[in-house]
């Protein structure tokens, strides 16, 4: 912005220096300085009363069709019409071509999901997008204020949701006007150089007049947009800036206007991804498993048996558990989703353990089971669940079960993570010390054998009757 505000500032020096030039040779070898505005009032005199309408088309048209001469064409007004009726027809011009542009944008953004991916892969787009969203007709005026060439934003703003009346066509109208005096008053500067001095001191002040005026506003507002732009870049940027390893980052903002930042896994980029085995020796370290080439899918990896059949439960526990992630069920990549099985003799437990990574959904499918967590306060939260019961587990949480009754007892678990993790404190405090095993087990059983009780002998009764 700043590059294309200095890049004006010297075409408009440069213009002004190379008439000042042509005026001293005149003076020192008898050039006629009136010949060159006399060449295009003449044009204007031939035209008659079409030169404003043809002016106002042509000008439109190379707005429209983004061609790179709107600055002469500007310019060149004043030389043709005068300063303030080239305000009127530049003005005609600019609203004209805004509409059209939009229009043919919108028609073209809409109707082409070429051209719509090809502007939403532009990283500015973001920042225009994310300005509009956030200040609407406040964004689209300082854009108007701006040095960038105005069929680019008329373009640019057709791809956001900007709304045409309000947002778009109102904020052209006031934010185009500083610009439009920028670009005449390098055509009315260039006659100023050239015009003879016979005219009033009146006229001749009003001819620097205007032309500073335009030319100095557009210069201020210039700078007081560059603190908002950078604003907004710093929102869109924001994102990337923050450290994401495998989760998105979204920022939210209070009535305060106190940043918060939450965290969630990242969603799936794309329909389906059962995981590829890994066919390297070498294991490749990333955040999830590779997905398999989608002319390899086929319906079976959407499928598991893993769980179909009862786990062996002729252990010190009396329990089997199996867990199964995307590493054994291949359609379960990118989905966010693991399930288990628990099978529980009589007597059987699972022993407190956590899943530091998902929270776990625990149905049963068979039987009367005693499940329960325990709180970073150590409050024990414990239910006893029947057939077609479910209770949930917290993330992190230390939670259990036991069989109730006395039957098998069957649980399925459904954990909202790819790959939950165990955290289990027999493996961990214990391991092969059965002494201190056995007196855990002892004193779970102990914690819960009221409800145990209680819930067999309720059955019994139902059995009897």
Known sequence: MGRGRLGKLWILCLVVAILAVARKAGKQYGWDKDAALQMFRGL????????????????TLTLSLCLPYAVFFEAGASLL??????????????????SLSFWIGRFLFRGSSTAREWAQGNKYFHILSRGVERDGW?????????????YVINYALAATKVGFLMDFLLPTVIGCLPMILQNTSIGSLASIAV?????????????????????????????????????????????????????????????????????ADSSPLQDICPAAATLTEKPIFINGLLC?????????????????????????????????????FPGLNTQGLSIARTDLAVDGMVVPHAHPRASELFYVSKGVVVAGFIATGG????????????????????????????????????LNGQNPGVVSIMDAMFGSDSVMLDKLVRRMRSLSDLEIGHIRNVTMALERS
């Open 292 to 328: 398999k080439n989608p002319a390899t899918i086929t319906a079976s990896d959407f499928k598991t048996s893993e769980l179909n059949q009862a786990g062996d439960t002729d252990n010190f526990l009396r329990s089997s558990a199996k867990i199964t992630t995307a590493a054994d």
């Open 195 to 263: 015009a003879s001095t016979t005219g009033s001191e009146k006229s001749q002040v009003l001819s620097y007049l205007f032309p500073l005026l335009g030319i100095v506003s557009s210069i201020l507002i210039s700078f007081r947009i560059k603190k908002y732009t950078s604003e907004v870049t710093g929102d869109v940027e924001l994102k990337p800036a923050m450290p994401s390893s495998g989760e998105n980052i979204h920022e939210c903002k209070d009535n305060a206007d106190l940043s918060q930042v939450s965290v």
């Open 379 to 414: 409050r024990l939260y414990q239910q006893s669940l029947r057939e077609g019961d479910a209770f949930v587990f917290p993330r992190g949480l230390l939670h259990f079960s036991l069989n109730a009754g006395y039957e098998l007892a069957t649980a399925f678990s459904f």
């Open 44 to 59: 204007s005199d031939r035209l008659g009363i079409w030169v404003i309408p043809l002016y106002v088309t042509l000008h």
């Open 138 to 150: 406040k964004f689209v005026l300082l854009a108007r204020f701006s040095p960038i060439p105005s």
């Open 81 to 98: 019409f005068g300063f303030l009726p080239a305000i009127i027809c530049v003005f005609s011009a600019k609203i004209l071509a805004a």
